[in-house]
């Protein structure tokens, strides 16, 4: 038997590591941006996967080789409905993490809430939670979207909660306070041409093989038993198979995150109560149909099938000095 004459890379990055089934499709955000500032504000939004289209613009970036030149950029539309903010939860931080301290709800809540969760509230929570207030280390709002808004066929509506900017908690919960039970668009809390983190399920593609699944290369086709699979699964010693070995299993339905993705198009389809048909293809996105009402162009993919619930949040990383305003010459579709 001979042996490997030269080494070769792994196959497979291991930051990806459990490639396993998402819990849910919703994704989680874990991690929130820390803005400075004395004025309080949502650092999120969520929406829904439309489908794909192109942006013609003038680049913009300085000290680029294509800087003034046109850019032709493939851009992903994502319909934005109204996300309405139904309660407040607040987080005490001790030598074991966090721990909520209470919840409050607002009164109105929309109907299709009750497919859900059941929410029963006393009727003084308000003034339990304004009195518990000074021990929480932080707010969170409890927001609601429906996909029934965008034209969805699904009643539940998802259910999720978004860090809120301010100096302390107690900032943090009138904030909270004020918007409670109201309505929030995107254009309250993303501008027009800044970067933003885009959290999603991708499409899911079932078991999959180490040729597919990591990019192992195939043995000759008169290697002894199997083609389609890797060469060894390590040494004699130690007895385990260790995990960095390729093997076959789940592909795709995992949580992704991408980061700066740039907001091309912050609009809505109805105008001077007309319709506008540009962002909007011949008979509709496939597998989404026609985005109505508020919708964000946002530069690149983003993860996911059409329909698929995106999470959007403020940058984390290299935040910019300034946000521009895109220079956007045409909107291709198909």
Known sequence: ?????????????????????????????????????????????????????????????????????????????????????????????????????????????????????????????????????????SVMAIAAVSPSAVGISQKKPFVFELAVSGKDAKAQFEYVKSILGKEMKASDIFQNGQNIDVFGITRGKGVEGPI??????????????????????????????????????QRGFHQRTEYNKRILIMSNTEKDGQQQSSINPTGGFKHFGLVKGDYIVVRGSVPGVPKRLIKMRHPIRNLPKKVQEPKVLEVVVQ
């Open 212 to 249: 597919t699944r990591f990019g192992v290369k195939r043995k000759q086709h008169k290697s002894r038993k199997s083609v389609r699979a890797v060469g060894t699964l390590g040494p004699i010693s130690p007895a385990v198979v260790m995990y960095t070995v390729a093997r076959q299993g």
């Open 1 to 137: 038997m001979g042996h490997r004459k030269y080494s070769a890379p792994r196959r497979g990055s291991i930051a990806f590591r459990p490639r396993a089934r998402a819990r849910s499709l919703e994704a989680r955000v874990r991690t929130w941006p820390e803005i400075a500032g004395e004025k309080s504000s949502l650092l999120g939004f969520a929406g829904f996967k439309a489908g794909s289209i192109h942006v013609l613009t003038i680049d913009d970036r300085e000290k680029t080789p294509n800087f003034g030149k046109q850019l032709l950029n493939a851009a992903t539309v994502i319909a934005t409905p109204p996300m309405k903010i139904i309660g407040a939860r607040a987080y005490k931080t001790d030598l074991y993490g966090q721990h909520a301290i209470f919840d409050v709800y607002a009164k109105d809540l929309p109907k299709e809430m009750s497919r859900r969760v059941d929410i029963k509230q006393a009727d003084d929570a308000m003034a339990k939670a304004e009195a518990k207030v000074a021990q929480a280390s």
